[in-house]
């Protein structure tokens, strides 16, 4: 048994059952724990208020449910840590956990609690946001009702006496503070005087621009909050996996500038997925509700019947997403390790690669350079701003191009000129050898690229690749990924071009499709395939020149 100094009895039964391995839980408990909990609750600047806590937790009378003892936990820390000087400690939490823990009850009453009375600071307003109007009301709706339709009538008065509710938003009319409800698809929100912000399913963020906008107007009111509860989800490279990878850091070790606590329930490994025991490290309230636990045996049960729920069950029910192995060109892991640091290019040789649909949409270009046995690719995208599937686009396209990763192009379509000029720009920096294009696009940039010096027929050093080429070379791209031999630096957009691609099998081949038709972009991965194609080219090169020389002695 671990002896822990006594906190608060909100506080340290939960504790208790982590470091005491009273329950299965994720090694991110623990961690959460030993270098942040504990390290601040011991600090001399800090104080816990035991009867704020209390306060707000008796408001849980009004609620058809009981908050359960990782709630009132998170509750505390959320509430009751503050810094002698006045201020809430943890202006941040993260929360993430499966799908059944009960987030979207414990997200109604954290709106409840900052609304009212017992909380007590004026203006304090709530902004609830999720990717879809449905979503972001679920939390919404709740408060609506305990105030409209009280579990008992003598709660009547007293609500109606504190609260005003209406279909748009809710008033706590003593503090004067407001909950509302915002979705990603309203654009151009106003930054609103806010006390917390509360993100419900971060997962679906590619683009943070509303969530900046709704954070802008933090700081206007005391103690304010930034509150994530999500699960994990199948978007990668968005605003969660940015701040999944900080979460590591948080977590790591003890920061005392650190504000943000990180709360997180997963399994561990792949394997614990069919483990009735280790569920509770992802879901934590499965315990406490007999059926939830009846229908998750129900799933795993008829998994072999339904395996393409497999996918869906671990990234929503046990918070561990995993691909699809079976389409998927690489593991997001190892899409990520393709950001590594450039060596100096100049001068040295290379191949390209050019992708396109349609002229009116994306075109991505990409050239790949062989060195020390690694695949180092430069790629740029341009991007028509006619394209009819912009607005359905989640990924931050804007600041890509502020990054200078893409250009947009205001006109009808991409001219052809300014692709090639691309390339005509960076054969003054490196000797292109040969461009690698799909045979039924070439015809549109066949002048251009011969009025810089390629051409298919003549000089031979154009490509015309057909999916027969495709077929013959996804064996090694799927080598170099597996064994991290790819380096792209930090370019989101083709990691994202990259994980909107998947694997197209026919017989013993494999070529490459989208996974959705109009909305995550292929164009620039494409390229790249096409530019392996010929990538033989560079390689013949290095060989040809050994990196060191043995002395022979006869």
Partial sequence: MVALKIYSKYINPYIDKILNNEIEHCKEQELMMKNIV???????DIYFDEEKVEA?????KYFPFKLLEWEIFLFALIAGVF???????FSEVRAMLGRGSGKNGFISFLCFYFISPVHGIKGYNVDLLANAEKQ?????NDVYEIIKDPIEKSYKKVLSKHFKATKEEVKGLKTKSTLRFNTSSKRGKDSK???AVIFDEKH?????TNMNTLMSGLGKVKDPRKITITTDGHVRGGVLDKEKEENKKILSEYDPDNRTLVFICKIDEEKEWNQEEKWIKAIPSINDFPYLKTEIKNEVRSMSNTPDYYKEFMAKRMNFPVGDKDIEVATWEDIMATNQEFIDLKGKDCVGGIDFAKSNDFIGCCLIFYENEKYYVLQHTFICTKSRDLLGIKAPLKDWASKGDCTFIDDVEIPPEIVVQWFDTMKQKYNIKKIAIDYFRFSLLNSCLKQIGFDAFELKNVKLVRPSDIMKVSVKINSIFVRHLYVWGDVPILRWATNNSKKVIQGNNITYGKQEPNYRKTDTFMALVNGMTIVDE????EVKQPKFMKTVII
């Fill in 38 to 44: 504990i390290p601040v609750l011991n600090r001399d």
């Fill in 56 to 60: 707000g937790l008796s408001l849980q």
């Fill in 83 to 89: 810094l002698k000087s006045g201020d809430i400690f």
């Fill in 136 to 140: 972001a009301k679920t939390s919404f």
């Fill in 193 to 195: 005087r806010t006390g």
């Fill in 204 to 208: 679906e963020y590619l683009d943070s």
């Fill in 538 to 541: 560079i390689e013949k090169e």
